[in-house]
Structure formats: structure tokens, C-alpha cells
Nanobody
Framework: VQLVESGGGLVQTGGSLRLSCAGS????????ISWFRQAPGKEREGVSC????????IYADSVKGRFSMSSNVAKNTVYLHLNTLKPDDTAAYSC?????????????????????????WGQGTQVTVSS
């Protein structure tokens, strides 16, 4: 399982970005794909999760209503759509996969993510939001 993130960059407050998480070596249908972020000096934070079996999503309170996830199984890619960005959203964003046969409620309640040691991780992409 390999994951490659892309789409990060520098954006102004209020702007938007779309991050991609492309999988290789596996087909991501029937996986739970999560996005995490980590800002300098802060702990890693779970942002969102999508169950590729049915497209259901779970979001952390800090991004609910501003971020959304989608998946394109044909392209073996999951997306994180970041809208109404704030400087506090500045961080390195990584995607992580666990499965097959795993759905988001199995690993997160939107506040905590569980069993992260079993996840396969990408290398991350930087998002910087200027004020």
C-alpha cells in the first residue's frame, strides 16, 4: 500500500485548495481513508475520514462545514476539499489508509482516531494559509 499526497500550497485566508491522496499497490474501495495534519510544535490532529465503500464521511469539529472529502475509485484517489481556509489550518497534511473491510466508524468518532499504528501513510503535503 502506497499513498501519495499532492495539492498543497500557499493560499490566502478565505481561499480554497484541493488535496489529493492517490493510492498504488492496492484498490482503495472498502478502505477507511483519513486525513491528518500537524502544525509545527503541535500534536498530529485527525481531520476527516471517508469510508470508500459507501462514501460516508466523518469530520473533526475544527473543519466541519469548511472541509469535505470525496473519492474517485476509478482513479484510486481520495480528495480533501479545503474551503474558507484560516491561518490555523496551516500544517502538513497527510493521508492514511486502513483496510480492506474497514469503515470510518471503526476507527474514529471525529474526535479521536484509533489503531493508527495499523494505518499506511503518505509522505504529506504542506498547506500554508497567509493572513
Amino acid at each position: 500500500v502506497q499513498l501519495v499526497e499532492s495539492g498543497g500550497g500557499l493560499v490566502q485566508t478565505g481561499g480554497s485548495l484541493r488535496l489529493s491522496c492517490a493510492g498504488s499497490g492496492f484498490t482503495l474501495d472498502d478502505y477507511a481513508i483519513s486525513w491528518f495534519r500537524q502544525a509545527p510544535g503541535k500534536e498530529r490532529e485527525g481531520v476527516s475520514c471517508i469510508s470508500t465503500r459507501d462514501g460516508a464521511t466523518i469530520y473533526a469539529d475544527s473543519v466541519k462545514g469548511r472541509f469535505s472529502m470525496s473519492s474517485n475509485v476509478a482513479k484510486n484517489t481520495v480528495y480533501l476539499h479545503l474551503n474558507t481556509l484560516k491561518p490555523d489550518d496551516t500544517a502538513a497534511y497527510s493521508c492514511a489508509a486502513v483496510g480492506p473491510g474497514v469503515m470510518c466508524p471503526d476507527i474514529t468518532d471525529g474526535h479521536n482516531w484509533y489503531a493508527v499504528d495499523s494505518f499506511s501513510w503518505g509522505q504529506g503535503t504542506q498547506v500554508t494559509v497567509s493572513s
